[in-house]
C-alpha cells in the first residue's frame, strides 16, 4: 500500500461501522480520524501556561530539555485507512522490526481490562473465536520516511502503510487452539484444571468477544540467535503475559455490600504466558512460564546453545511476598526432558526448540549469613525483606545471591495444575527454603526489568516499583552449573547483586534545566511530587547502549497529580552505579489530576478528552539500527541485523544518534473518538531522541 496522504481522510460512517463490528459509533460522527494524522503529542516539557498550549487538539509545552525532538506516530482511537480497525489503548509493551527492507514494523499490544474498564471490538482469530480486552497491535512505516521523520514537519500518516494484528491464532494453557465458545472454546483465565468454563458474574460479562486477554502489559520482541548462531531463541518472538488476578469479575455484593464469590481464581488456569511465533502469526500459552501473571518477560544471554534464561517480573498472582525470578529452559525437549522429534506437533516442536516446554521458575535466596549486612536482622520468609533492604541507605550496594527453584515443576499438557498449586505458594513455606539460604522475598509489584544491550554480558536491571529503587543482576557461574548438571536443569544459579539505586529520600534528584514546571507554581519535577528525591514507583526501563554512554531511561507509574515523570540515568557499565551520584536527566511529564490542559479540557486528538486523570509512560526501545544508514547511504540489510548485528550497530552510534520509541498512556484522553471505535483508553506511540548536556557525556567516558 502506497504511504498515506497527510490529508484528513474520513469513512463514511456506515462502512466504518461495518468495519468495526461495532454499534459504538454514533450518528452524530462525521468522520474518523485514521492513524498517524493527529500531530500533537501528550507528552509536556513543563506545565502548560500560554493560551496555546491549551487548545485542543493541540500539544502543550514541546521544548524539551534534554530530547532533540518528540513526535507522534500513532494516538489510540485512530483507525485504518485501509479497514477502519482502530488502534486501542491503554499502549504499553512496544517493539520494531524490518517486515521488509523499505518498511519497519513497530508492535504494541493494548493494556485492557474489558468489562472491568470497557471493552474493545472484538479481535477475531482463524478459529472464529474472538477476544475482547488486550490487542497486539502492528503498524507498517515506510523506511526511509521514519529514517528523515523526526528531522521534518510531516505526519506519521505520510509514512503509514498500514496496520493488522501480530497474530490470529492462540492457544490455551492446556495446549489447544481457542475455539468460539459455541464449539467448546476455552481460555484459561476463566477455566478449571479440568477444562470446564466458569462464568463471570452479570456485572462482569462479555459483548464483544467469547474471551478476553487480561492487561498486556510490558512485552519483549526477541529476534533468533541474537547471541550468536544457535544461542538465545531459534525463532523470531513476541513474549508478553496476563497481568493480575482477575477475582473481582466472580464476585458480587449482597444488599448489604458483602462480597460474594462464585470461585476462588487460585483454583483455575491462572493467567497466561504468551510467546507468539512471529513467522506464523500464532501464540501459544506457555505454562512452563508460569501461570501467576507477569508485568514483563525478557530474555537475557544464555551463554549456552542448549539453554535459554527469561528475566519473569511481578505480580505472583497477588500473594506476596514473593522473590524476583528467572526461567532456567532446556532446549529441544519437552516436559519430561524427552527429545522433541519431527513426528511432534507444531506447536510442541516450536515451543522444545525455543527452550519453552521443559524448565524451572528460580526465585532469588541469599545466605543466611549475608542477611545482616543487608540491614535485615530477623530473616522471614513471610516479610517483605527485600523492601526493607532498598529503602534502607546504610545496607550493602552488592552482595552475592543464587536463584533456586521451589520443588514445582510444570509436568506437560496432560497434567494440568491450578495456579494455586504451582510454585506461586511455596516461596513462603519452611520446607521450601533452598539449605543455608532464605528467599529474598519482597512486594512482587516489580515492573519493567531491561536488559544490558552488551550481549556477551548476562546481565539485567530491574525495577521495584512498589518502594523505588533499581538493582542489577549479573549471572556469575552459569555455564558450570550447566555442566555439573549433566545436561539437566541446574540445581541453583549464582548471581551478584548490585544496587544502583535505593528507594529512599535523596537517592535520586533530577536536571530539568528551565523546564519541568509543576502545575500552580509547585516547583519542580527534579523532586516528585511531595519533595522527595528518588523515584516513585518506576514503571518503564530500557537500557540504551550508544559508544559514548550508557543509559538508563526510567518511567514512573506514581500517581503524580502534577504529571507522571520520563527521565534518564547515565550509569557506569563497571560499577553499576549512576556517573554523577544521585543525579538524572528529565525528560518529558504527562497527565496528572492537577494538568491545567485536562482542566480546559484538551486532547491532542480534539475532542477526545474524558475527564483529569494519571498518565504514564511505559517504556522505550532502540530502533536506532533499523533507521541507520551505512557510509555509502544505504540502509543496513536485514541479514545485516540479523543476530547479533541489530547490537553491534546500535553500539557502535553515539548518544545524539540513537533514536528511540516510547508510548504514554493518557486516561484524560478516552472520550470521543477512542470511545466511539471501542478502543477502551487513551495514549499515543511516538518517536523521539536525545540531547543530554556534554557534562554528562564527560563524566561517563572517564
Known sequence: MPALMATRLRLALPLAAALLGSTALTAHAEGLVTIGQTTAVVAEAST???????????????????????????????VDAETGKALTGYPDGHAAWLADEDTVRIAYQ?????????????????????????????????????????????????????SGHL????????????????????????????????????????????????????????????????????????????????QEMFETQDASGNVTQTWNTDEGMGLASIVTDIATGTAYTVPALGQTGYEKIMPINPAHPD?????????????????????????????????????????????ARNGLLHGKIYGLAVANTDYAALGIDTID??????????????????????????????????????????????????????????????????????????????????????EGGILSFELTDFLAQVE??????????????????????????????????????????????????KTVAPDGLQWIKASDADVLIVDEDSGNEFGERKFALVIDPETMQPVEDGKGYFLAQAGGKANPR???????????????NSAEFSGTWNITALLARKEDGSFYSAADLAGTGQQAVNASLPLDRQVLIGVVQNKAESAGQVKE???????????FNLDLPEAAYQTAMK
Request: aromatic content about 12%; overall charge negative; hydrophobic content about 40%.
Open 677 to 687: 471505535v471501542q478502543a477502551d483508553q487513551g495514549g499515543q506511540l511516538f518517536i
Open 48 to 78: 502548560a501556561d500560554e493560551p496555546a498550549e491549551l487548545a485542543d487538539g493541540k500539544s502543550g509545552d514541546t521544548a524539551y530539555p534534554f530530547l532533540g525532538n518528540l513526535k507522534a506516530l500513532a494516538t489510540v482511537g485512530e
Open 598 to 612: 485536562a482542566a480546559a479540557g484538551a486532547s491532542v486528538m480534539g475532542g477526545a478528552f474524558s475527564k483529569a
Open 167 to 246: 497474530f490470529n491464532r492462540v492457544f490455551n494453557v492446556f495446549g489447544n487452539e481457542v475455539l468460539p465458545r459455541s464449539e467448546g472454546g476455552v481460555w484459561g483465565n476463566q477455566a478449571r484444571p479440568d477444562g470446564t468454563l466458569v462464568e463471570f458474574t452479570d456485572d462482569f460479562k462479555l459483548s464483544n468477544g467469547d474471551f478476553f486477554f487480561q492487561s498486556f502489559c510490558g512485552a519483549w520482541y526477541e529476534p533468533a540467535n541474537k547471541y550468536g548462531a544457535g544461542i538465545g531463541f531459534a525463532d523470531d518472538v513476541w513474549l508478553n503475559a496476563e497481568e493480575w488476578n482477575i
Open 484 to 533: 555439573a548438571a549433566e545436561g539437566g536443569l541446574p540445581a541453583m544459579v549464582s548471581a551478584r547483586v548490585d544496587r544502583v539505586l535505593g528507594a529512599h529520600d535523596g537517592s535520586l534528584t533530577l536536571e530539568v534545566a528551565d523546564k519541568g514546571l509543576k502545575h500552580g507554581g509547585q516547583g519542580t519535577h527534579a523532586t516528585w511530587e511531595d519533595g522527595r528525591a
Open 110 to 162: 493494548s493494556e485492557s481490562y474489558a468489562t472491568m474498564s470497557n471493552e474493545t471490538y472484538g479481535w477475531e482469530m482463524t478459529s472464529g473465536a474472538t477476544f475482547t480486552g488486550s490487542h497486539v497491535h502492528t503498524i507498517d512505516y515506510d523506511r526511509a520516511g521514519l529514517a528523515d521523520f523526526l528531522g521534518n514537519d510531516a505526519p506519521a500518516a505520510s509514512i503509514v502503510k498500514g
Open 381 to 466: 520468609p513471610t516479610a517483605k525483606m527485600m523492601d526493607a533492604y532498598i529503602t534502607n541507605p546504610d545496607a550493602a550496594d552488592s552482595f552475592a545471591a543464587k536463584f533456586v527453584p521451589t520443588s514445582y515443576q510444570w509436568g506437560g499438557w496432560d497434567a494440568p495444575v491450578a495456579v494455586g498449586e504451582t510454585e506461586m505458594t511455596r516461596w513462603q513455606m519452611a520446607e521450601e527454603q533452598p539449605e543455608g539460604h532464605t528467599y529474598f522475598v519482597g512486594d512482587s509489584k516489580t515492573e519493567h526489568p531491561a536488559v544490558d544491550p552488551d550481549i556477551t554480558r548476562q546481565r539485567w536491571v530491574q525495577n521495584l516499583t512498589q
Open 307 to 351: 539453554y535459554v534464561v527469561l528475566v519473569l517480573a511481578g505480580y505472583n498472582h497477588d500473594l506476596e511476598p514473593a522473590p524476583l525470578k528467572i526461567y532456567v529452559g532446556k532446549k529441544g525437549v519437552d516436559a519430561a526432558g524427552n527429545p522433541v522429534g519431527d513426528d511432534a506437533t507444531e506447536r510442541d516442536r516450536f515451543l
